[in-house]
């Protein structure tokens, strides 16, 4: 069953309770979180329907605690990658082959079309994000707000921390992205039991001049779900909208990933990670995403680190990190791009843990070309 009219629709939870907050045009219904997704009638009566193909999201993930000097409503933020912190409630997974579309009358809300031909209106996120989160922007960003992109901080609050020990920036394309494509491999699991709150995440990605908006096929880790894949597109009236994981992956496999723009829609774009192995993909399109000039390779990290200031941080646990190499090849993009030295954010893979990073660029030759960090042996 599904809708045929626009319904606006936000979601929220109580972990503790087991429930799910429906709240839709025709009324506010508690429905069962581990029944089948649900929806409202049109009556108005407030009845719990089955619905096909509705947003979906998953309690119990992510949960992080905050610095103290968080202000906004409630403290059930969650991890996500390009180090931001969001409200739970604004983590939105979607079926994959998911359209986001501006709405043409409402500000910041947007509207999410299903490959079944039904639609949902996503209302704006009412949770600002918290302080501290940090971009993964480079110093010499051109930007056009540089003290956003450095009020980030190590130090999440409650002891934890967010770290982005490699990246890797391509120089400011030439005019908006056509084309950026690249296979990471699934690496082996850290050799030691991770935390709970510790999640790796490794990923292509692309963004605006001001860096405003970024999306992101990503190779994700957490000893719960292990590796999995999703395509993000952050952060679309405040929201972040993630597509169905591909989960269960195994060591070496390669994941081909992939950014594309359609070449009759302006700022819209494919973001794409499918798993070779099983011939599967899962995807999610962007529009109004603003012209993505910025490529960006980056692997980060939650609670690999403590210890933790601004800038950097004094403990890092690099057994917490991939047992094998991370790898991300066969790179290519279009317009083409210079790729700058890789760096490092909190803490560094070569300085703090010993491993190696070789990029194997055009300008030495290579074609196409790989980024390589290998821990040591």
């Not at 839709?24 to 407030?46: E, N």
């Not at 931001?84 to 999410?112: F, G, K, M, W």
């Not at 480079?138 to 992109?149: F, H, I, K, M, R």
């Not at 210890?307 to 646990?317: E, P, Q, Y």
């Amino acid at each position: 069953m599904g809708l045929t009219s626009w319904v606006n629709a936000s979601f929220s939870h109580r972990s503790a309770a087991g429930v799910a907050l429906l709240a839709v045009g025709c009324g506010t219904v508690w429905c069962d979180a581990a029944a089948p997704a649900k929806t409202c009638d049109r009556s108005g009566g407030g009845v719990c329907a089955a619905q096909e193909n509705i947003l979906l999201q998953r309690p119990g993930l992510h949960r992080v605690r905050l610095a103290k000097d968080v202000r906004s409503p409630g403290h059930d933020f969650v991890q996500t990658p390009f180090s931001t912190l969001a409200h739970r409630d604004c983590v939105v997974e979607v079926p994959s082959e998911t359209q986001r579309v501006a709405h043409p009358t409402l500000d910041n809300h947007n509207i999410l079309k299903f490959s079944n031909g039904t639609n949902r209106t996503l209302e704006p996120c009412r949770f600002a994000m918290p302080r501290p989160y940090t971009y993964h922007a480079p110093p010499d960003a051109s930007t056009g707000n540089q003290s956003a992109l450095s009020s980030g901080s190590c130090n999440i609050g409650g002891g934890e921390a967010s770290s982005g020990p490699l990246a890797s920036h391509g120089s400011t394309l030439s005019s908006s992205l056509e084309k950026f494509t690249a296979n990471v491999y699934v690496p082996e699991d850290p050799a030691a039991a991770v935390d709970d709150t510790t999640w790796l995440y490794w990923w292509i990605g692309s963004l605006p001049k001001d860096y405003s908006h970024v999306l992101q096929p990503v190779l994700g880790y957490n000893k719960h779900v292990g590796w999995e894949i999703t395509s993000w597109d952050c952060c679309p009236g405040g929201n972040m909208l993630r597509s169905e994981a591909i989960k269960g992956l195994q060591t070496h496999d390669k994941i081909p990933m992939s950014i594309v723009a359609d070449p009759w829609v302006r700022d819209q774009y494919k973001v794409e990670a499918c798993s070779a192995s099983r011939g599967s993909c899962t995807t999610l399109t962007a529009t109004n995403t603003g012209s993505q000039v910025v490529p960006l390779i980056q692997f980060e990290t939650y609670n690999v680190a403590s210890r933790c200031g601004g800038s950097w941080c004094s403990d890092v646990r690099c057994h917490f990190l991939p047992n094998s190499a991370l790898v991300v090849d066969g790179i290519e993009v279009s317009p083409p791009t210079t790729w700058q030295p890789a760096s490092s954010r909190c803490f560094s893979l070569v300085q703090d843990c010993g491993w190696r990073v070789d990029m194997y660029s055009k300008e030495k030759g290579y074609k196409p070309e790989a980024l390589w960090a290998q821990p040591p042996r």
